[in-house]
């Protein structure tokens, strides 16, 4: 990476942070209230506060980087320069908001030639924002994040996510979270794969794995995680795209064990 683009990320990660702030506002706004929902699949959800969010993202991104790409969960993006293309969520954890939970986030990634080097991923509810600039490190609330230091897997939280169209994979995805629960200390399931790899990155969980996810579900959050020293794969320890439908991240200690239990 050239050091134009290191110069001009501190100008994307400033936009990036205005577009969340904008997006945040809407999200506490619309929290707590009875919401209008729609399916987009049989428990896909979404609300008016994830259209509301992602037109006020959009906005400040346009404003400030008209040229760009924006590729968006609810369809509202910009075509514009491939080699510059924002990926937003505005609302990651939908079901959770619409039942009063605050396990969910907005996340903001912006991808350089097709990769992630800027996310962004907050929480309005608790106010906690994630934020990871590649070759500058992560961050949460401005303080450095770093992952885990445990080793052996029995003293491991893990974290995992179901998708949406569980029938055709039901069977081996249950197989891997039985071989996890047993090998681990404990597995949790919050919801929102954005803030599980953030935890991941601050050292909440040592490992985050599941699939079927789109772009934007990952991007930002993986951003932050391997800022964070994260080692993040696929289930085969092949190198992490966004556009791939599986992802590991792990504090990188436990990484080579999870992808065993996962390939088994």
């Known amino acids: 990476m050239d050091n134009n683009l290191y110069v001009d990320l501190e100008s994307i990660t400033d936009v990036a942070v205005a577009a969340a702030a904008r997006g945040g506002q809407i999200l506490r706004k619309h929290w707590g209230r009875h919401h209008e929902t ?20 959009t906005e400040v991104i346009q404003s400030a980087f008209p040229e760009h790409s924006i590729q968006a969960e609810e369809g509202g993006g910009a075509v514009g320069t491939a080699s510059h293309r924002w990926v937003v969520d505005p609302l990651d954890g939908t079901t959770n908001y619409a039942h009063g ?6 996340s903001i990634a912006f ?39 445990v080793e052996d897997l029995k003293d491991a939280l893990l974290v995992t996510g179901f998708p949406y169209q569980l029938e055709p994979v039901v069977d081996p995805l249950i197989n891997r979270f039985r071989r996890c629960l047993l090998a681990a200390q404990g597995i949790r399931r919050l919801g929102s794969a954005a803030l599980d790899l953030c935890y991941v990155a601050c050292g909440r969980f040592e490992g ?14 993986w951003v932050v995680a391997e800022q964070a020293g994260a080692s993040v794969s696929d289930f085969s320890n092949q190198p992490y795209l966004i556009e791939k439908k599986e992802i590991l991240a792990t504090n990188g200690l436990i990484h080579e064990k999870m992808v065993a239990l996962l390939r088994e």
């Open 38 to 57: 729609r399916k987009k699949g049989p428990i896909d959800l979404v609300t008016e506060a994830d259209l509301a969010s992602e037109k006020a993202i």
């Open 101 to 106: 939970l605050p396990e969910f986030c907005l």
């Open 111 to 149: 991808a350089y030639q097709g990769k992630p080097v800027v996310g962004l991923v907050l929480n309005p509810v608790t106010e906690e924002l994630f934020c990871g600039v590649e070759g500058k490190g992560a961050t949460l609330n401005g303080k450095p994040l770093r992952v885990s230091n």
């Open 208 to 221: 985050f794995w599941e699939q079927n996810l789109a772009p934007w579900d990952t991007a930002a959050g």
